[in-house]
């Protein structure tokens, strides 16, 4: 479907509420490193619910990486 990309997040209820969307659209949330805050955060949890561990999610250690990774088709940046 998507794939939703979040370079360097810093606040994790943000990153917990959008990974929820990426869950309901079938979209794969893809966190570019450093991020602001630990995977483990009670914070994000809490606004992922229980739903986190069923997100797809892919972690990255640089944009250039991610951006090799992925075809150049058809990209949205906002």
């Known amino acids: 479907m998507f794939n939703v990309v979040l370079v360097e997040p810093e606040i994790p209820p ?33 606004a992922g619910l229980d739903y986190w561990a ?8 640089s944009f250039d990486a991610l951006q090799f990774s992925q075809p150049a088709h058809s990209r949205y940046f906002f």
């Open 14 to 46: 943000n990153t917990g509420n959008i990974g929820r969307l990426c869950l309901a659209t079938r979209s794969t949330l893809h966190l570019v490193k450093p991020l602001g805050f630990s995977l483990d955060d009670r914070e994000l949890h809490r």
């Open 54 to 61: 069923e997100v797809r999610l892919q972690l990255w250690d």
